[in-house]
């Protein structure tokens, strides 16, 4: 069984900023891909970045230049480092993973249960 578990969500000022982490627990052989997804009311749930093992990262394009993903491999964990929030950027931002629980299973896909991020204007 694999939990992602999510914390750093809130509300604050455009301008401002907040840090999420998620943290992969549970029985891991190997974690292929960690990642943000955020659903705004109304809309669908859109990709905003991901980390994946040996450092390499992808960001949507509303989220350049302002947020950052890393991630501690040895943790199972990453983090968004998200600066110079917008009013746009409210939404539920859920943390995503592939995951292999064992060497000769598949990996699966596994989300955590979603922190609110409010940017006021």
């Known amino acids: 069984q694999v939990h992602l578990v999510e914390s750093g969500g809130g509300l604050v000022q455009a301008g401002g900023s907040l840090r999420l982490s998620c943290a992969a627990s549970g029985t891991i052989f190997r974690v292929n891909v960690m990642g943000w997804y955020r659903q705004a009311p109304g809309k669908q749930r859109e990709l905003v970045a991901s980390f994946r093992s040996g450092g390499i990262t992808n960001y949507a394009e509303p989220v350049k230049g302002r947020f950052t993903i890393s991630g501690e491999n040895n943790k199972n964990t990453v983090y968004l480092q998200m600066n110079n929030l917008k009013p746009e950027d409210t939404a539920v931002y859920y943390c995503?993973?592939?995951?292999?629980?064992?060497?000769?299973?598949?990996?699966?896909?596994?989300w955590g249960q979603g922190t609110q991020v409010t940017v006021s204007s």
């Open positions: 995503n993973a592939d995951i292999k629980v064992n060497y000769d299973q598949p990996a699966y896909e596994y």
